[in-house]
Each structure stands twice: as C-alpha cells, then as structure tokens.
C-alpha cells in the first residue's frame, strides 16, 4: 500500500494532469465540510452533491426546487445579497444538519475548500469524505478494499495548509499501518502527517479538541458564539459508522460495501 498525502489546496490543480484511475483519494475538511456531510449522511440524508461555486448551486435548485441549498463563505451562511436572491438552507455547521431537517433529501453544498477538493479528485477509482466523526469505518472500508494507492486530500484553508486536516490524514495513516507489519510506502508529507497525530498523541493533555481549537479554523470559529460548539463536535472520535463515498453522478452517498 502507498499512501501520499496533499497538504496544501495550492497541489490540488496537478492532480488533473495524474492518473487517479488505480487510486483512492480521501478528502478531508475537519472544520468543516467534510464533518457535516458526514453527519448529514448519519442523519438521513440522500445524497449530497459538492458543488464549486454559489451560482451552481442556485442553477440546481432552479431545476430541482425540491433540492435544499447548503454553503458558506467566510464561514457564515450564504444569504440572498451573495446569491442574487436566494438565502440557502443551511450554512455549513453540522449541527445544523438535523434528522428532521434532511432525512430523505438532496442537499448541494458549496463551501471556501472542501467542495472544491471532492471536485478535483472526481476522476479517482474512488473518492471518500472522511472525518474524525467516521475515521475508522473509512479506514476499515479502505483496507478492506485493498487499494495498492491512496492519496490523502487535506482541503486546507484559502491557499493554506489547516492543522485541522493534517492531524486527521495523520490519524487515518496510523490506523492504516497499524496491522500492515512494514507493508506500507509514506511519502514525505504522510510521514509529516502522521509525526503531527503521534506528537499530540504525546503532549501532556493529548486533547484533540484544545488541537483543533487552536488551528486558525478553530480560532475563527471559537470567537463566533453562534459556531464555536462546531469545533468541540468535529473533535469526536468515530461516532458515525458509515463510509460516504462519491458516486459516479457526483453526489455523496453512503458506501455499501
């Protein structure tokens, strides 16, 4: 098994010149993208459709108006003067995502990063969104489907690389080398990746939480009263057991396997 991983949104545009066709790619937008469409998922929803930019996401609800509208920018909810009109269902806290609200629907989603990054990776043999919420089903999803090459995606913030996902592409590399005896090729980044999960592992309160409050994200989010619950919820551990995978249409579904 090789595993690379993407540090910066600034490497994603070469990944459209590679061939991804043997390769899995696993995307992660701990604060907060890739936590909420997990968590939509676990809460009932069918399907969520990544889209890159607001004007994507209008057009699509125009076709479909049952569909319902979820993004941020800058972290806050998209309202009608961003959208020529139109205030969007939800912004992009997880919490926000309850059973009521979304079972059994179609929610497009447009965030500053994560949206982008599932975008890119759509010509991979597989794409999944991953979370600490749901990192060891995905783990077990992947070894289980036996990828010779997975490429970790850490979607960032703007063109910067976010403490937030480099901690948990390191919590995802040590689950999947833990039972592989050496069997296992780390580029440089996965090493980085991996040294960061094991040296908060070793600080005195080794509290994921307090790591991911201190990220810039979490910074953000923490002086916002109406968000700063999302941080401490996007720090569990493997909550949610499920694998969301992106489908052919791209939409985000739960995996079958």
Same mark, same amino acid.
């Given at each position: ?17 590679? %061939?991804?066709? /043997? ?7 701990? @604060? ?12 009932? *929803? ?17 076709? /479909?108006? %049952?569909?319902? @509208?979820?993004?941020? &920018?800058? !972290?806050?909810?998209?309202?009608? #003067?961003?959208?020529?009109?139109? %205030?969007? %269902? ?28 599932? &975008? ?8 999944? #969104? ?34 937030? +996902?480099?901690?948990?592409? !390191? ?14 090729? @780390? ?5 980085? #990746? ?14 994921? !939480? ?7 994200? !979490?910074?953000? @989010? ?5 968000? &700063? ?5 996007? *720090?569990?551990?493997?909550?949610? +057991? ?16």
């Amino acid at each position: 098994m090789k595993i690379e991983t993407i540090l910066t949104p600034t490497e994603l545009p070469a990944l459209a010149r590679r %061939d991804l066709r /043997q390769t899995a790619c696993v995307v992660f937008d701990i @604060l907060r993208a890739t936590s909420t469409f997990v968590t939509a998922l676990h809460h009932g *929803a069918a399907a969520i459709v990544p889209v890159s930019e607001i004007a994507e996401a209008v057009a699509l609800r125009k076709q /479909q108006p %049952d569909i319902l @509208l979820a993004g941020e &920018r800058a !972290g806050v909810r998209i309202r009608a #003067a961003q959208s020529g009109g139109m %205030d969007f %269902d939800f912004g992009n806290s997880p919490r926000e995502f309850t059973p009521e609200k979304v079972r059994g629907k179609t929610i497009v989603s447009t965030t500053t990063n994560g949206t982008r990054a599932l &975008r890119v990776g759509a010509g991979a043999q597989c794409v999944l #969104a991953a979370a600490f919420l749901n990192l060891t089903a995905t783990a077990d999803f992947l070894r289980r489907e036996n990828f010779a090459e997975i490429l970790l995606v850490c979607a960032g913030t703007g063109d910067n690389v976010a403490l937030e +996902d480099v901690l948990a592409a !390191g919590a995802l590399i040590e689950l999947l080398t833990a039972r592989e005896d050496g069997r296992v090729s @780390l580029s440089d980044a996965s090493q980085i #990746a991996l040294e960061a999960f094991t040296n908060l592992k070793l600080t005195d309160s080794g509290d994921l !939480g307090a790591a991911l409050g201190d990220s810039e994200n !979490g910074r953000r @989010l923490l002086a916002m009263p109406e968000l &700063r619950a999302d941080v401490a919820f996007c *720090a569990q551990r493997d909550v949610f +057991d499920l694998v969301a995978g992106l489908d052919a249409d791209g939409a985000l579904r739960r995996v079958c396997a």
